[in-house]
């Protein structure tokens, strides 16, 4: 597991969203809800330090733990290099 991993599932640890699994497909199994995905992109920002613009979200970034991870890892890397 990844730091970007350990983050997200903390994030939806604090939803009270049980994650099943790192690759388990939070949209479509119902766990990750609208509400709870503005939740956590802003979580996301605040704690990775990264820009997630409304324009660039893509429904597969935010579909498991390992795709969100990856997502903020690419835009962390993106700020910083």
């Known amino acids: 597991m990844t730091d970007f991993d ?6 939806f640890r604090e939803l ?3 994650v099943p699994g790192p690759d388990v497909d939070m949209i ?3 766990l990750l809800d609208s509400l709870a995905l503005v939740t ?3 979580e996301l920002e605040q704690r990775c330090g990264i820009s997630i613009r ?3 979200l893509e429904v597969d970034d935010f579909r498991t733990v390992r795709s969100i991870a ?4 690419t835009l962390q890397r993106e ?3």
Do not use: M, P
């Open 79 to 81: 700020a910083t290099g």
């Open 70 to 73: 990856r997502l903020a890892n």
């Open 54 to 56: 409304f324009e660039s």
């Open 16 to 18: 009270t969203i049980e």
């Open 6 to 11: 350990e983050v997200v599932t903390e994030i």
């Open 28 to 30: 479509e199994t119902g």
């Open 40 to 42: 956590l992109v802003y």
